[in-house]
T-cell receptor, first 116, second 111 residues
Framework: DTGVSQNPRHKITKRGQNVTFRCDPI?????LYWYRQTLGQGPEFLTY????????KSRLLSDRFSAERPKGSFSTLEIQRTEQGDSAMYLC??????????????FGPGTRLTVL | GQNIDQPTEMTATEGAIVQINCTYQ??????LFWYQQHAGEAPTFLSY????GLEEKGRFSSFLSRSKGYSYLLLKELQMKDSASYLC????????????FGKGTRLSVIA
């Protein structure tokens, strides 16, 4: 197992376009989290899943953002009608709900979005 | 609201010891985490404290005082590769729920 993977690693798009990012968590990890990080800031929580159920969405997550985890494995984050303010690093993390690592969140390398 | 404060930048010398402080005011508390993040990379887990006291792991130690809303990360025998951002994060709710992060402390290790 090679850890959490995210695709694409970089995305440049024009304002108004839709973009979709994918996250593949560590296998057997029930929980999957999406965070957003801008330069000089810590990650900010967006949403998270337990298996396929979306448990919570941050108030930061406008109606233009939607996330899914249809089979309880990989997840997608879609941003519709992108705005320049959406430019950020989008980080995915996963964690188990039992076992010795249950208190950790393992982060992927992130998808860097630039909206022109 | 949730508030987590840590210094923006610190500089320390190779081989020395550095202490990075973090204070928090959150609506709940279920653990404090420290992550290391090199520029352009993902955060990596360093430590977790849920009870008061010191947790030591090699060159890294983390301390927690819940009554003071205070933690620090201590790095010993600094190496150039320790130059990175160090993120303090609080888990506000029980279970493995989302973390609230501070803005991070950018540490520069100089020769």
């Amino acid at each position: 197992d090679t850890g959490v993977s995210q695709n694409p690693r970089h995305k440049i798009t024009k304002r108004g376009q839709n973009v979709t990012f994918r996250c593949d968590p560590i296998s057997e990890h029930n929980r999957l989290y999406w965070y957003r990080q801008t330069l000089g800031q810590g990650p900010e929580f967006l949403t998270y899943f337990q298996n396929e159920a979306q448990l919570e969405k941050s108030r930061l997550l406008s109606d233009r953002f939607s996330a899914e985890r249809p089979k309880g494995s990989f997840s997608t984050l879609e941003i519709q009608r992108t705005e320049q303010g959406d430019s950020a690093m989008y980080l995915c993390a996963s964690s188990p709900t039992s076992g010795g690592a249950r208190n950790e969140q393992f982060f992927g390398p992130g998808t860097r979005l630039t909206v022109l | 609201g949730q508030n987590i404060d840590q210094p923006t930048e610190m500089t320390a010398t190779e081989g020395a010891i550095v202490q990075i402080n973090c204070t928090y005011q959150t609506s709940g508390f279920n653990g404090l985490f420290w992550y290391q993040q090199h520029a352009g990379e993902a955060p990596t887990f360093l430590s977790y404290n849920v009870l008061d006291g010191l947790e030591e792991k090699g060159r890294f130690s983390s301390f927690l005082s819940r009554s003071k809303g205070y933690s620090y990360l201590l790095l010993k025998e600094l190496q150039m590769k320790d130059s990175a951002s160090y993120l303090c994060a609080v888990r506000v709710h029980s279970g493995n729920t989302p973390l609230v992060f501070g803005k991070g402390t950018r540490l520069s290790v100089i020769a």
